[in-house]
């Protein structure tokens, strides 16, 4: 276990400080800060309307935060757009399943994956060791999530477990050196949430994952860091084992039993 005290600062992947967002007179998140470790998994808990899902816009840039500075890689990145925070390795998953439903597993993957290339992501008329080489990791990350049974079926045909892995697997094409998941375990049935958790925890072996999830059995299997917030505030974060026994948590989301 990684601990901020402990960690050398290049082992730092991602560096929020004081992070804070308004909306007139109303706090959605306030003065938030923590680290994010290398090879951690690092999960966000708290009631709806906590402030996690704000956090996550923030840290990716769909939203620009009132205060604070957000770091990646030792680069700050606080105001920079959302397309230039994945090309620097930010890569993330949505609440709601986001996929090209009328295209086939293989080819969203294929897309992402050619991506990587910015401005020649869809020059198809791009040199063939370069389709090449998109298809080759297409092949390795359906592999990697389990759809390589299903690269040739249309994705908006598959069940909703499926679609969150193909999602998973369209944020890895573009190699993130850390990876946000939003819920990725929402709506889904138990078989597929097993499959999830064993997912996160074969990722953590590679990249950083960072994830905000209700399903509580789930966070305290996977996750090496828990940060608990409440009212857009941190009540508390640490490992599982703390975070659990921690009086204010029980109290106030897990419930005194």
């Given at each position: 276990?990684?601990?901020?005290?402990?960690?050398?600062?290049?082992?730092?992947?991602?560096?929020?400080?004081?992070?804070?967002?308004?909306?007139g007179q109303f706090a959605a998140i306030k003065n938030v800060s923590f680290a994010v470790h290398k090879s951690t998994v690092h999960?966000?808990?708290?009631?709806?309307?906590?402030?996690?899902?704000?956090?996550?816009?923030?840290?990716?840039?769909?939203?620009?935060?009132?205060?604070?500075?957000?770091?990646?890689?030792?680069?700050?990145?606080?105001?920079?757009?959302?397309?230039?925070?994945?090309?620097?390795?930010?890569?993330?998953?949505?609440?709601?399943?986001?996929?090209?439903?009328?295209?086939?597993?293989?080819?969203?993957?294929?897309?992402?994956?050619?991506?990587?290339?910015?401005?020649?992501a869809f020059d198809f008329l791009s040199d063939v060791s370069r389709l090449h080489k998109s298809s080759s990791k297409t092949e390795?990350?359906?592999?990697?999530?389990?759809?390589?049974?299903?690269?040739?079926?249309?994705?908006?045909?598959?069940?909703?477990?499926?679609?969150?892995?193909?999602?998973?697997?369209?944020?890895?094409?573009?190699?993130?050196?850390?990876?946000?998941?939003?819920?990725?375990?929402?709506?889904?049935?138990?078989?597929?949430?097993?499959?999830?958790?064993?997912?996160?925890?074969?990722?953590?072996?590679?990249?950083?994952?960072?994830?905000?999830?209700?399903?509580?059995?789930?966070?305290?299997?996977?996750?090496?860091?828990?940060?608990?917030?409440?009212?857009?505030?941190?009540?508390?974060?640490?490992?599982?084992?703390?975070?659990?026994?921690?009086?204010?948590?029980?109290?106030?989301?897990?419930?005194?039993?």
């Amino acid at each position: 276990m990684t601990t901020e005290s402990s960690a050398a600062p290049r082992d730092v992947v991602l560096r929020v400080d004081g992070l804070s967002k308004r909306y007139g007179q109303f706090a959605a998140i306030k003065n938030v800060s923590f680290a994010v470790h290398k090879s951690t998994v690092h999960a966000f808990i708290g009631p709806n309307g906590a402030g996690k899902t704000t956090l996550f816009h923030c840290i990716t840039g769909i939203l620009r935060p009132t205060s604070g500075s957000i770091t990646l890689n030792g680069s700050e990145i606080t105001h920079l757009q959302a397309n230039l925070r994945s090309r620097m390795g930010l890569g993330r998953s949505f609440q709601i399943t986001s996929i090209f439903p009328a295209l086939s597993v293989f080819e969203n993957v294929r897309l992402a994956a050619q991506a990587r290339s910015w401005l020649r992501a869809f020059d198809f008329l791009s040199d063939v060791s370069r389709l090449h080489k998109s298809s080759s990791k297409t092949e390795e990350l359906l592999v990697k999530l389990n759809l390589q049974g299903s690269s040739g079926d249309i994705a908006g045909t598959l069940s909703h477990g499926q679609q969150r892995r193909l999602e998973v697997a369209m944020a890895l094409a573009g190699d993130p050196s850390i990876l946000l998941l939003d819920e990725p375990t929402a709506g889904m049935g138990v078989d597929d949430i097993e499959h999830m958790a064993q997912l996160i925890r074969s990722l953590a072996a590679e990249i950083t994952v960072v994830l905000v999830e209700h399903n509580i059995p789930l966070i305290l299997s996977v996750s090496d860091v828990v940060t608990v917030m409440n009212y857009g505030e941190v009540l508390t974060q640490g490992p599982p084992s703390m975070v659990t026994a921690d009086e204010k948590v029980r109290e106030r989301y897990l419930g005194a039993a």
